[in-house]
C-alpha cells in the first residue's frame, strides 16, 4: 500500500525560528493535505494542496505540493508557542469512484523551548 | 456552522462487548471516513461512506467491525466482540460532494472517539 515518510519525526526549536518539515512517498497524489492535531483532539486542516508546483500560504504557513506529485513541505516561520503540536502530511489518490481514504505520514512533533 | 460530531468522546468497553460510534458530518457534507489511530502514530484509513453506500471498506477489518450511513442520522462505525487491541482514538471526517478537483477532497475531522478495552 501507499506509504507517506514524513521527516523529521520530532522538532525541538526555539520561540521565533522557522520550522520546516516535509513528507515524500514512493507513489503520487493527486490532492497534498497538511493537519495539525493538539492532545485530545482530531487534526485541524492546516493548507490543502491541489496542483502539482502548487505553493499556498495561510499566514505564517506556507507549504508546496512537490512537481514530482510524491513530496510536500510544510514551513512555518517566526514560530510561537501555540505552534506547538503535530503535524501530519496527508495524501489523496482519487479513484474512479470518487475520494477515497487519505493516507497520513507519521507526524513531526513539534516542541518549542522557553 | 457546526463542525464534525463525535460520540462519546470517550468509551470504556470490557473485552466481548460491543462498542458504537457515532458521527455526525459537518452541514451539507455527504461523504463521511473513519479513520483509527494508535499511539504516536498517523491515523489509519478504514472506511469510506456516502448515504446508504459503503465505497470503500478496504482499510477496515474484514471481522467484528463495521461501518453505516443511513439516510437519516449519523454515520455508525460498530466494534462488536472488542478485544484489547482495539483501543484506539477513532476519527470521523467529512467532505462536501465533489464538484470538481478541487473541492471535494478537502477532509474535515471531528474530535475523535477514545475506546478503551479493558
Known amino acids: 500500500g501507499q506509504q507517506l515518510n514524513q521527516s523529521p519525526q520530532s522538532m525541538f526549536i526555539q520561540e521565533g525560528e522557522d520550522v520546516s518539515m516535509n513528507c515524500t512517498s514512493s507513489?503520487?497524489?493527486?490532492?497534498w493535505l497538511w493537519y495539525k492535531q493538539d492532545p485530545g483532539e482530531g487534526p485541524v486542516l492546516l493548507i490543502a494542496?491541489?496542483?502539482?508546483?502548487e505553493l499556498t500560504s495561510n499566514g505564517r504557513l506556507t507549504a508546496q505540493f512537490g512537481i514530482t506529485r510524491k513530496d510536500s513541505f510544510l514551513n512555518i516561520s517566526a514560530s510561537i508557542p501555540s505552534d506547538v503540536g503535530i503535524y501530519f502530511c496527508?495524501?489523496?489518490?482519487?479513484?474512479?469512484?470518487?475520494?477515497?481514504?487519505?493516507?497520513f505520514g507519521k507526524g513531526t512533533h513539534l516542541i518549542i523551548q522557553p | 456552522n457546526a463542525g464534525v460530531m463525535q460520540n462519546p468522546r470517550h468509551l470504556v468497553r470490557r473485552r466481548g462487548q460491543e462498542a458504537r460510534l457515532r458521527c455526525s458530518p459537518m452541514?451539507?457534507?455527504?461523504?463521511v471516513y473513519w479513520y483509527r489511530q494508535l499511539p504516536e502514530e498517523g491515523l489509519k484509513f478504514m472506511v469510506y461512506?456516502?448515504?446508504?453506500?459503503?465505497?470503500?471498506e478496504s482499510g477496515m477489518p474484514k471481522e467484528r467491525f463495521s461501518a453505516e450511513f443511513p439516510k437519516e442520522g449519523p454515520s455508525i462505525l460498530r466494534i462488536q466482540q472488542v478485544v484489547r487491541g482495539d483501543s484506539a482514538a477513532y476519527f470521523c471526517?467529512?467532505?462536501?460532494?465533489?464538484?470538481?478537483?478541487?473541492?471535494?477532497?478537502?477532509?474535515?475531522f471531528g474530535p475523535g472517539t477514545r475506546l478503551l478495552v479493558l
Open positions: 471526517a467529512s467532505s462536501p460532494p465533489s464538484l470538481g478537483v478541487s473541492s471535494g477532497e478537502t477532509q474535515y
Open positions: 507513489s503520487i497524489f493527486n490532492t
Open positions: 494542496l491541489y496542483k502539482a508546483g
Open positions: 496527508a495524501g489523496l489518490l482519487l479513484s474512479g469512484g470518487g475520494a477515497d481514504g487519505l493516507t
Open positions: 452541514k451539507g457534507h455527504s461523504h
Open positions: 461512506l456516502q448515504k446508504e453506500n459503503i465505497i470503500d
